[in-house]
């Protein structure tokens, strides 16, 4: 709250507990929260004149008010999709399981949700370029790639704000290597290939590879589930979870941006699918703090990395390229640890276009856009 600009008007509005709906299956948050947001969203635009309703997900449920509003209210509408709700991973699990009726259920709601919007915004070309060979009746013309982006600024915050120690605080004397974010089921391959370059490393320098710590810090997406270990067990079954410290619960913000400037170096690890954009790589880079990452070729993280500098980065497009990677890694590994100077800073001019000022600048351009040329969605022809 300390980043959110005096004057904004925030409405907070209750969510069915979990406690409650969990016995039911149901925990998204977009589910539990829908009749909460309809009545909040019908309060408004009948006591306001509103020129565009804006929705970004995830969680993706909430979208389909946007056909109550276009039908009631005749107000444009702008969906962000901050991940694909129809997903390769969703297409991907086995028929019967929670995630494969999440699947199916994406694939019925998403078209729906979508035919009522004036724009669509994603965080990459590749699922912008997905969604739109899903539904031939999109628009490209109404569609834009807008990543997450980040502030420089908010890590003036960290350093004037006093944060109370907390359990993710980095120990002392180790030289610290840290993941900070959510960790995805997909990014598996991509940490077992680092941990077992960790291996290769530390069987060549013992003494360096015992004062390093690789943490994976709020690898969870939920802040209460403190046992919702993800990383722990790839660590033990490659044999490094004395080195590897995880964190599973959802750090605040503010927090996360401290681990991030008191580690000595990042590691910055993406997915194999070639989609994947880290918002996490835009604070990345304006902590100026050295880095070592690894995504897949196609994404456009590697190609912002690249250009970019500060770091080492790496990229592969298959399973076999991927583990041909080891030594570079283990290398990387160890550059990071013993001369991250050496590596330099990120340029500044690399991630201007996604820093929150210029972000902002393209929604509002397209806000101003769809209210001025308002076309009722995607009608179907």
């Known amino acids: 709250m300390d980043l959110v600009p005096t004057g904004t008007i925030i409405q907070k509005l209750r969510a069915a507990p979990l406690n409650l709906t969990r016995p039911l299956g149901i925990t998204d948050l977009g589910l539990r929260a829908y009749w909460s947001l309809r009545r909040e969203i019908e309060r408004l635009l009948q006591s306001n004149n509103y020129d565009v309703v804006f929705m970004t997900g995830w969680p993706f449920y909430q979208m389909l008010l946007s056909h109550y509003i276009k039908r009631v209210f005749r107000v444009p509408i702008v969906l962000d999709f901050q991940d694909p709700w129809v997903s390769g991973f969703g297409a991907a699990q086995p028929t019967l399981s929670k995630a494969s009726l999440s699947y199916r259920l994406a694939k019925m709601?998403?078209?729906?949700?979508?035919?009522?919007?004036?724009?669509?915004?994603?965080?990459?070309?590749?699922?912008?370029?997905?969604?739109?060979?899903?539904?031939?009746?999109?628009?490209?013309?109404?569609?834009?790639?807008?990543p997450i982006g980040g502030d420089p600024d908010d890590f003036a915050v960290t350093r004037l704000k006093a944060l109370e120690n907390d359990e993710s605080d980095l120990e002392p004397g180790f030289v610290h290597l840290s993941y900070v974010g959510t960790f995805l089921p997909k990014s598996g391959p991509l940490v077992r290939a680092l941990f077992r370059a960790f291996v290769r490393f530390r069987?060549?320098?013992?003494?360096?590879?015992?004062?390093?710590?690789?943490?994976?810090?709020?690898?969870?997406?939920?802040?209460?589930?403190?046992?919702?270990?993800?990383?722990?067990?790839i660590a033990e079954s490659e044999d490094v979870a004395d080195a590897v410290r995880e964190i599973p619960w959802r750090v605040p913000y503010l927090q996360a941006l401290k681990v991030i400037v008191e580690s000595s170096g990042l590691l910055l690890i993406g997915s194999d699918e070639p989609h994947y954009t880290a918002s996490k790589i835009y604070p990345a880079l304006m902590?100026?703090?050295?880095?070592?990452?690894?995504?897949?070729?196609?994404s456009s993280a590697h190609a912002i990395l690249s250009s970019?500098?500060?770091g080492r980065t790496l990229a592969f497009e298959t399973q076999e390229e991927l583990d041909a990677l080891e030594?570079?890694?283990?290398?990387?590994?160890?550059?990071?640890?013993?001369?991250?100077d050496s590596l330099g800073i990120a340029d500044p001019a690399a991630f201007a276009p996604y820093e929150a000022r210029n972000i902002t600048k393209r929604f509002s351009d397209i806000f101003n856009r769809v209210a001025s040329t308002h076309t009722f969605g995607f009608a179907q022809a």
């Not at 998403?110 to 060979?133: G, K």
């Not at 320098?205 to 403190?226: C, H, K, M, V, Y």
Request: with cysteine; charged share 20%.
């Open 308 to 310: 970019a500098g500060g």
């Open 203 to 233: 069987s060549s320098e013992p003494a360096l590879a015992a004062r390093i710590r690789l943490n994976f810090i709020g690898t969870s997406n939920q802040a209460t589930d403190r046992n919702a270990y993800r990383v722990r067990a």
């Open 109 to 146: 709601l998403e078209p729906r949700a979508v035919r009522c919007a004036d724009f669509v915004t994603s965080v990459s070309d590749i699922q912008n370029a997905e969604m739109a060979a899903r539904y031939p009746w999109l628009d490209r013309a109404r569609m834009a790639a807008i």
């Open 327 to 340: 030594a570079s890694l283990a290398d990387g590994l160890r550059t990071l640890a013993l001369h991250p």
């Open 287 to 298: 902590s100026r703090r050295p880095y070592l990452s690894l995504f897949h070729r196609a």
